[in-house]
């Protein structure tokens, strides 16, 4: 079992920054990707960025490639995701996402551990 525990979300104008950060418990954290997926009123989830287990692939929505940046800290067991130059668009709740799976995965239903969402607004 993994616990996810997300933080960091908040109001925030056009152009501007927030850093998301995810806190893991329960499982080693060094074995499992960790994934970001958002999802908006009234759209499905969608992923976001992906990370493996020792950080060193790392692969992005187009959407967000450029602007945001996954990363984590096996020793904190902490994975975060900082979004720059923030748009309109970004606005949803965040989550983070945990798997046991050995590669790393863009679709929602490879991953079995999720937390409980953080929202993030970006006003125009």
């Known amino acids: 079992q993994v616990q996810l525990v997300e933080s960091g979300g908040g109001l925030v104008q056009a152009g501007g920054s927030l850093t998301l950060s995810c806190a893991a418990s329960?499982?080693?954290?060094?074995?499992?990707?960790m994934g970001w997926f958002r999802q908006a009123p009234g759209k499905e989830r969608e992923f976001v960025a992906t990370?493996?287990?020792?950080?060193?692939?790392?692969y992005y929505a187009d959407s967000v490639k450029g602007r945001f940046t996954i990363s984590r800290d096996n020793a904190k067991n902490t994975v975060w995701l900082q979004m720059n130059n923030m748009k309109p668009e970004d606005t949803a709740v965040y989550y983070c996402?945990?798997?046991?799976?050995?590669?790393?995965?863009?679709?929602?239903?490879?991953?079995?551990?999720w937390g409980q969402g953080t929202q993030v607004t970006v006003s125009s």
């Open positions: 996402a945990a798997t046991s799976r050995p590669n790393i995965y863009m679709k929602s239903l490879e991953y079995d551990y």
């Open positions: 329960g499982r080693t954290f060094s074995s499992v990707t």
């Open positions: 990370i493996s287990r020792s950080g060193s692939i790392i």
